[in-house]
C-alpha cells in the first residue's frame, strides 16, 4: 500500500492512524459480501423478483389467472408480467423468462419440459345441434359444417384429429368463419357458427352449463409445453 499500517515496539503492535482506517474499510467490504450472500442465499428459498411469461389467451384466463392469488398468498415477493399470444418468439430476444404453449414442440432451439396432456373436445352449440342434427360416429361428422381456427404461424387450420383403435385421424370440414384467437373460436361456435375441438378447460363452463354438447367423444391429448431459452 505504501503507507505503514502497524506501529512495532518490542512491547507491543498497534494500528496506525492509516491501519485504523484501512481495517475500517475492509470490515465495511466483508461485511457488504456477508449481506450479499445472506441476501441470494434467501432467494434460493423465498423466490423474488419479476418473472415475464409469454402464454396464450385462454391458458391465461381460464387457467393461470384463477390459480395467481394462491400463488401470489405463497410467493409474495414475485412479480408476474404476462404477454399474451400464440405465435413463436425469440424469448431471448424478447427478453421474456418462460413460454407456454400447447401442442408439439417442433424444431426449436429451446429448452422445454412438458407440463401436462390436455383433453380435447368436439362440441357445437345446441342450437346448431337442433338445426343440424347430431353426429354419433365420426363418419356421421361428414357434411357438418366446422369453425376453422387458424395457426397463429402458419395461417392455416387446424384439422380435426381423432384416436380411433390407438391411430391419430384428421378430419377437415367446410367452414364459414376462421378465427385465429381462442376467444372468438368458442364465441363463434356459441353464435352456431359450427364444430369445434378446443382443450376441455376452453369450454367447461359452456358444457356445465347446457350451451354446448359434446359430438364426437374420442380425445386427443396434446401436451403442454413450458419453453425457456
Not at 6 to 23: F, I, K, S, W
Not at 87 to 108: A, F, N, S, T, Y
Request: include cysteine.
Amino acid at each position: 500500500l505504501g503507507v505503514g499500517l502497524l506501529a512495532r515496539t518490542t512491547r507491543q503492535v498497534t494500528a496506525t492512524v492509516d491501519g485504523q482506517a484501512y481495517y475500517q474499510r475492509c470490515v465495511a467490504i466483508l461485511a457488504d459480501l456477508d449481506d450479499a450472500e445472506a441476501e441470494f442465499s434467501q432467494a434460493t428459498r423465498q423466490p423474488r423478483g419479476r418473472i415475464r411469461i409469454d402464454v396464450p389467451g385462454s391458458l391465461c384466463r381460464l387457467v393461470l389467472m384463477p390459480a395467481l392469488p394462491d400463488f401470489c398468498a405463497r410467493h409474495p415477493q414475485l412479480r408476474l408480467e404476462f404477454s399474451v399470444s400464440d405465435r413463436q418468439i425469440d424469448p431471448l430476444r424478447e427478453g421474456v423468462d418462460c413460454v407456454l404453449r400447447i401442442g408439439e414442440l417442433g424444431d426449436l432451439p429451446l429448452a422445454a419440459r412438458r407440463l401436462a396432456a390436455l383433453p380435447l373436445v368436439t362440441c357445437a352449440s345446441r342450437g346448431y345441434l337442433e338445426h343440424h342434427g347430431r353426429p354419433q360416429s365420426l363418419a356421421e361428422l361428414e357434411g357438418h359444417r366446422a369453425v376453422d381456427n387458424l395457426s397463429a404461424t402458419t395461417g392455416k387450420p387446424f384439422p380435426f384429429e381423432f384416436v380411433v383403435d390407438g391411430a391419430v385421424h384428421s378430419l377437415s370440414l367446410a367452414a364459414s368463419v376462421a378465427v385465429n384467437d381462442g376467444g372468438g373460436y368458442v364465441a363463434a361456435c356459441a353464435a352456431g357458427m359450427g364444430l369445434i375441438q378446443v382443450p376441455l378447460f376452453h369450454v367447461e363452463r359452456q358444457l356445465a352449463e347446457g350451451e354446448f354438447e359434446v359430438q364426437a367423444q374420442p380425445v386427443f391429448l396434446v401436451p403442454s409445453w413450458i419453453m425457456k431459452y
